[in-house]
């Protein structure tokens, strides 16, 4: 990339000037779509991120909220970023450096990282080159995450065609702030401040990785743009944790930012504009470790595991012994002032521009959009049913990740209450007495067949999911996946999930405190599908929560949306099944009042006549009771009346604020949701470990051997 004729004009009116080389590529990352949004910042007016709850919204570092304390209130910070484009050219690399930067973004905020989620997206699981960058980028994750001790409890991975040439790997992080005088912004405080930058030195790896992040992959990325790619170490990364630990405790830090995309010129400009202040940094003070480097490198290399604080000048003493006991370097690179920011390199100044200008002066672009038509009904016909059951539950999309998660160590700092593998997460925050469930992730097949109706769905199932833990929805971050936002096909689907998103976390009263957008998600095999990623999190009362497998011992009831009330409204639109045996179908409709669903399928969650909660989304009906079922509970279902929808729709149809329920007191759930949501009697748990489903046009019958089976096909493949 370079500075478009437009940017360029606009920097020399306000200038007075030509850029220097420095300020020209400078300006051409910080108004980057990666950096300024300049496609999307218009539609995100869309989120509500208000609440009582919220102590810091959209623009930080971090998302920042309250959370119920049984003692000294307790914040936690969510945080979420997109490391797509590196991930495609080196898998491992490109993902890990995703952990650590969200985990930066974290500590900035004076947090300590308690919880990370992983929401990875690949082309078709029978392709070998999806397999090569899936099996990369789990590595990464697993290697960076484990080697800092925070436990990787949640997320998702999919597979579809359209990712084969764009995979996205989107990493949320939850922090803890269990004192709220730790709280630290990004907001630059005082003139006359120095500026500390700390951590790792500084290289040339990463150069341009905004502006590489802000163009569609070309056919030869994975060699001609590897120097954009960072390159991490966990080790420096786990000892900066550590130390920033040490200067929050001891009350040294004024403001900070961690250093990431645009490196240095980011980080820095970033916090003196939020202040409506300014900077001299003198680059070569920056502590290196390659020689004869330049300004414009100093500048935008994004070398990994560094941090820039701003530190009262009688501190800093402090603050460099504070770094040199955890073995990191400290370099004074400047200070806070009232002017501009400028830079100086070797006597001779090569910034010199207002940093509000620089962070805040990118014009936002005005696209036109397409509305993306409806799906015609175009059912797949003469599909055997038990064909069609082994399909859906063996396929990669709907099938076991326990490959992908037992990879990670989810166990580190002991607070992981409900463990992969289960609809959400459950963290003990025992600093405040509560629970925190945590999910994270969407469904291309979904916002494919419906952007707007698909983005509403995956707010509903993250929803759904915290709820059947017992948790009440307490706030969210995004990650707003989309192609080549200059197409007018590709922005519509795209303004169709921020719609879509925004409008459901609105009914469901979920603020949204920030996230990040990835645009230009686009290679030689076309765009990628718009993918809404949704990490959300729930509070509760303790850390007890139903599990999603069965207990053999209650009654087994459907909650929510109206699946078996006939194929008007069981539709397949967005289901595993199409995608497995072709057709098309409208999405289906969602649930009148899913604000109510949630509220009240949190109650009957923390019941104690509720043995079981399982979310029924992906894969339908069939796959809620494939995962449920064990060697020691299975189930016998009856689906045996036609006037409840053909039987594919009601196996295999895929609906949001959907939930089984295995319970004691049937009639006491039946009770609760009367008026709120339809509820289906399905039949019985049972000690059989055997899935047992009678159906209009013959029965299914699966034992849990063969369900494992059909679910292990990841691990069957790769190891």
Known sequence: MSLSDSDHDLVVEELGREPTRAEAALFENLWSEHCAYRSSWPLLSAFDSEGDQVVVGPGDDAGVVSIPSDGEETYITMGIESHNHPSYVDPFDGAATGVGGIVRDTLSMGAYPIALADSLYFGDFDREHSRYLFEGVVEGISHYGNCIGVPTVTGSTAFHDDYEGNPLVNVACVGLIDDPDRLVTA?????????????????????????????????????????????????????????????????????????????????????????????????????????????????????????????????????????????????????????????????????????????????????????????????????????????????????????????????VQVRTATPPGDDAAVMAVREAGTGLAFSSGADPNWTTAAPYEGARAVALENATNVAAKGATPHAAVDCLNG?????????????????????MCRTLDVP??????????????????????????????????????????????????????????????GSEYLAQFGGTDRFPASLDEPDAFVDTLVDVANDDA??????????????????????????????????????????????????????????????????????????????????????????????????????????????
């Not at 299975?634 to 939930?659: H, N, Y």
């Open 512 to 573: 949204v405190l920030g996230g990040n957008v990835s645009l230009y998600n686009d290679s030689v095999a076309g765009p990628i599908p718009p993918t809404p990623t949704l990490a959300l999190v729930g509070v509760k009362d303790g850390y007890d929560a139903p599990p999603a497998a069965l207990a053999g011992e209650g009654d087994l009831l459907l909650v929510g949306a109206r699946s078996l009330e006939g194929d008007a409204e069981a539709r397949l639109g």
């Open 610 to 719: 509720t043995l079981a909660t399982h979310d029924a989304s992906h894969g339908g009906l069939a796959v809620t009771l494939a995962e449920m079922i064990s060697e020691e509970a299975g189930a016998s279902v009856d689906l045996d009346a036609p006037t409840k929808g053909s039987p594919a729709a009601l196996l295999f149809g895929e609906q949001a604020g959907r939930v089984v329920i295995e319970t004691t007191d049937a009639s006491a759930v039946r009770e609760a949701f009367d008026g709120v949501a339809p509820v289906y009697d399905l039949g019985s748990a049972d000690d059989s470990g055997t899935l047992d489903v009678a159906l209009a046009d013959g029965d299914l019958s699966y034992d849990a051997a063969e369900i494992a089976g059909l679910r292990d096909v990841i691990d069957r493949e790769l190891d």
């Open 483 to 503: 192609g080549n936002p200059e197409k007018p096909d590709v922005y519509g689907g795209f303004k169709g999930i921020v719609d879509g998103l925004a409008e």
């Open 187 to 411: 907001e630059a405080q005082h003139p006359g401040n120095k500026l500390v930058l700390v951590g790792n030195s500084t290289g040339r790896d990463g150069l341009g990785g905004a502006s590489f992040a802000s163009e569609d992959l070309a056919e030869d990325a994975e060699t001609e743009d590897r120097p954009a790619v960072q390159v991490g170490d966990p080790y420096t990364e786990k000892l900066l944790i550590e130390a920033n630990e040490a200067l929050i405790d001891e009350d040294l830090i004024e403001s900070a930012r961690d250093l990431g995309a645009a490196g240095l010129g980011g980080a820095s400009s970033e916090m003196v504009a939020k202040g409506g202040l300014g900077a001299n940094i003198e680059l070569t003070n920056v502590h290196e470790r390659e020689p004869n480097m330049n300004a414009m490198e100093y500048l935008l290399a994004e070398s990994q595991e560094r941090m820039c604080y701003e530190v009262r000048p009688e501190n800093v003493d402090r603050v460099r012994e504070i770094a040199d006991r955890y073995d990191l370097g400290a370099s004074v690179i400047g200070e806070v002032t009232e002017g501009n920011y400028v830079c100086t390199f070797e006597g001779e100044t090569v910034v010199d521009a207002p940093a509000e200008f620089l962070g805040d002066g990118a014009p936002y672009n005005d696209l036109p959009a397409e509305e993306p038509t409806e799906q015609p009904r175009d059912l797949p016909e003469g599909v055997d049913l038990d064909e069609a059951f082994e399909a859906v539950v063996g396929s990669p999309n709907t099938a076991s990740k326990e490959w992908v998660y037992r990879q990670y160590d989810h166990e």
